[in-house]
């Protein structure tokens, strides 16, 4: 349960960053910081808010995609147990 938690997290938190929707995003970012000094620091380096768009969007595909738990190859019990069964269909 929380393992899919954290992958559908990870998968919003990426879709919401990807620099590729940057020309969306930061106008809308800006437009709710309008006024903070935050906003116009962001208004006049677009830079940084790029750099740090790419870097939470690498963050959330390495959340949606990397096991926690180092379990590497947990899908090869039921490929196993396909291969097995599937096997005792062949005569």
């Known amino acids: 349960m929380l393992?899919?938690?954290r992958r559908g997290m990870g998968l919003a938190l990426a879709l919401v960053t990807c620099p590729c929707h940057?020309?969306?995003t930061a106008p809308l970012l800006l437009g709710l910081l309008a006024g903070t000094?935050?906003?116009s620091y962001l208004s006049?380096?677009?830079e940084v808010l790029a750099a740090v768009s790419g870097v939470l969007f690498l963050g959330?595909?390495?959340l949606a995609t990397v096991d926690?738990?180092?379990r590497r190859g947990s899908s090869s019990g039921v490929c196993r147990s396909v291969r097995?069964?599937?096997r005792r269909f062949r005569r």
């Open 60 to 62: 959330g595909l390495v």
């Open 44 to 46: 006049t380096h677009m």
């Open 68 to 70: 926690p738990g180092g």
């Open 37 to 39: 000094a935050l906003g």
């Open 3 to 5: 393992e899919n938690l």
């Open 84 to 86: 097995s069964s599937s």
């Open 22 to 24: 940057l020309p969306v």
